[in-house]
């Protein structure tokens, strides 16, 4: 599905955009006029973390559950724990921050990377003394099943070079092969809040 054709929440809508047409996540670095998607920007994802800001669209997220997309080891390890009846907790801590349902839905599917199992990263980012850090590998393949996932609660520790989140208790586990599948759940969720 072409990105433009996917439902956008309004706050996403207000972001500035790439040469594409692409929004540009609240988390990502500009250099020389253009957007570093594989990058993240410390500074932008410390504040998202210490003033409870989504991580695509910069707007406050309340009190309750937080979202984020999932690739394919750790969509296998939640719906395992949650088969199983286990709680589930990353222990790996992350850079990726959380987000409202309807932004991390539709960055589900209009991202690459992250809309299908097959797709590979085109650029490496390497961090650096300038306040990013490198959150992707030229040549990564998403793989498997991915998933959009709420979370009751996230941790964070913002140090020198890094922001790192930590998510806590699932309280929704929508996995995908390709993120299209999400299509209905975004829909939904625009019309239940008037668009975000």
Do not use: K
Not at 15 to 28: C, E, K, L, M, S
Not at 52 to 58: A, D, E, I, N
């Amino acid at each position: 599905m072409r990105f433009d054709a996917v439902p956008m929440p309004e706050r996403v809508g207000e972001r500035p955009r790439d040469v594409r047409g692409y929004p540009v996540p609240a988390i990502t670095p500009w250099r020389g006029g253009e957007p570093q998607f594989a990058l993240t920007d410390h500074e932008r994802s410390a504040n998202c973390a210490l003033e409870r800001l989504c991580s695509v669209c910069g707007g406050f997220m309340a009190r309750g559950p937080v979202w984020r997309v999932v690739g394919a080891a750790e969509s296998a390890a939640i719906g395992a724990a949650l088969a199983e009846g286990r709680p589930y907790r990353n222990l790996a801590p992350t850079m990726e921050g959380p987000g409202h349902r309807a932004c991390m839905l539709y960055a589900a599917m209009v991202c690459p990377y992250l809309a299908r199992p097959n797709a590979r990263r085109r650029a490496a980012a390497h961090g650096g003394a300038d306040g990013l850090a490198a959150a992707a590998v030229r040549g990564a393949v998403r793989g498997g099943t991915g998933a959009v996932v709420g979370f009751g609660d996230y941790e964070y520790a913002v140090t020198e070079s890094r922001v790192l989140f930590r998510f806590l208790d699932p309280v929704e586990f929508l996995p995908h092969e390709s993120a299209d599948e999400q299509l209905p759940a975004l829909r939904a969720e625009l019309a239940s809040r008037g668009g975000l």
